[in-house]
């Protein structure tokens, strides 16, 4: 390819230019904070309200309770358009029924057929439930209607309260179900 010597010129000053940045980045970033002179530290508030995951233990669960009468109120009037008046009927995702479905040609996966943990029930949920509205409700709300799921689901008898430390000790029915991956090149602990 012909290059005219301005082009030849423009290339020789671009593969400068770019050696010259690579040899200033590692210094800049040594630095240390504040270099870049963008954002700034993240608020303690603003930390906590990105700190919401709870764990399969139940870590990070906070203060408060829920019960299976008042989920059935906030199903109904949050969730039922969505996933349908007993949790089976859609037109989303099913969250009831499922169970003893999983070896069949046909299985059908839900909160109470599939899911290992009933603590990630509440992460998912006020995480990103209703799906419009996600993380509004209150941590009772959250327990509630977690609480009215696991009910559903004959997990759980109506008269539980669901909190902080109930929820951890309920075990799912297909706890058992989930293997390691045996190929070798799959990452294990
Ligand atoms: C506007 C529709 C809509 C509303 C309202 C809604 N959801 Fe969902 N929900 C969805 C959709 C869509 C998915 C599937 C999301 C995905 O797989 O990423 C889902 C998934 C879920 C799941 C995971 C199911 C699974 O096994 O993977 C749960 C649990 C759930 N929703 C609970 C709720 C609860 C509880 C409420 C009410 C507080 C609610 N949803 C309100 C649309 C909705």
Known sequence: MFMSRYQACGV???????????WTLPVVADEGEGVYHIGRQATGAEIQAWNIDISP???????????VSRGAAV?????AVCHGATG???PMTKLVGGQG????????????S???????????????????AP???????????????????????ENTVIDAKTLPVIRMPNRGGFVSDTWPDVYRR
């Open 57 to 67: 233990t139940g870590e990070g669960l906070p203060p408060g309770q829920g019960t």
């Open 12 to 22: 020789v000053f671009g593969i400068g230019l770019g050696l010259v940045a690579l």
């Open 88 to 90: 089976m009927e859609g």
């Open 135 to 157: 993380q509004s409700l209150t941590p009772d709300e959250v327990y509630s209607v977690v609480a009215w799921l696991l009910f559903r689901n004959r997990i759980i008898p």
């Open 75 to 79: 199903y109904a009037a949050t969730c």
């Open 101 to 112: 479905t999983l070896t069949t040609n046909h299985p059908v996966k839900t909160v109470g």
């Open 114 to 132: 599939y899911w290992p943990y009933a603590t990630t029930l509440y992460d998912f949920i006020y995480r990103a439930m209703p799906l419009t």
